[in-house]
């Protein structure tokens, strides 16, 4: 029985070929990486890892327990900071964040809006206030990102924060409570929580607890 020969590849082909499929699985395995670096979990439910309790006179307790980080009550703040790597711009904040007891802010994160901070105040002054601190010099009680939103002690609620170049946005669970134009802006904070710099949560005479604490690099 008579067959065809069996045509052989050019050897320059090959090398070709062989280029070819090393350059599609380095490019897959890169974007892969890339997809995991753009989002980090910042806490992985058991330790601090890189997070360490703020350095504020008279704060409470802070442990890991059930999933969270849990921040007890002090005689004015309680916080953690973040150590590992920094990300200033182009990015977003996602976490859960609860108020266990108490009727001030359970939610203070400071952020970094390139070489400035910034920081998002949930349940202030008394419970309900919301907005950041500060905005040309004006708290969170006192310019245009002011909300007040009830909040239930116990209940897990979802935040999210975005900063660009020339705008700061933030969501609590679905509802859009940030939306401010920065450019040529006065952004910064209260002196109270230069501690929690760069990067930090804090709460005011009250216990909260954090977790799911996630960050996602944007697209310039």
């Known amino acids: 029985m008579n067959t065809a020969p069996c045509k052989s590849i050019p050897l320059d082909r090959k090398l070709h070929i062989q280029l070819y499929i090393l350059f599609v699985t380095l490019i897959t395995l890169a974007a892969a990486g890339c997809r995991i670096q ?20 008279g704060h409470g307790d802070v442990y890991v327990k059930d999933g969270g980080i849990f921040l007890e009550k002090g005689d004015s703040m309680t916080g953690i900071t973040w150590t590992g790597p920094l990300v200033r711009m182009n990015y977003e904040i996602s976490l ?22 910034c920081t998002l105040i949930l349940g202030g002054w008394g419970g309900q206030l919301c907005g ?7 708290d969170a009680s006192e ?3 002011t909300e007040f939103i009830s909040f239930e002690n116990g209940r897990w609620y979802h935040v999210l ?12 669970d679905k509802q859009q409570i940030v939306n401010i134009i920065t450019t040529d802006r006065d952004i910064d904070i ?18 909260g607890a954090i977790r799911n604490i996630k960050l996602r690099r944007l697209e310039n």
């Open 143 to 145: 310019n245009e990102t």
């Open 190 to 207: 209260r002196i109270e929580v230069v501690p929690s710099l760069p990067l930090g949560i804090a709460t005011w005479r009250t216990t």
């Open 161 to 172: 924060l975005r900063v660009r170049p020339d705008r700061i946005e933030a969501w609590l």
């Open 38 to 57: 753009n989002k980090n979990s910042l806490f992985d439910g058991k330790t601090l890892g890189h997070w360490e309790i703020t350095d504020f006179v």
């Open 96 to 117: 859960e964040a609860m108020r266990v007891a108490g009727n001030d802010f359970f939610c203070g994160l400071t952020f970094p809006v390139g070489d400035r901070p």
């Open 132 to 138: 950041l601190s500060s905005i040309d010099n004006f």
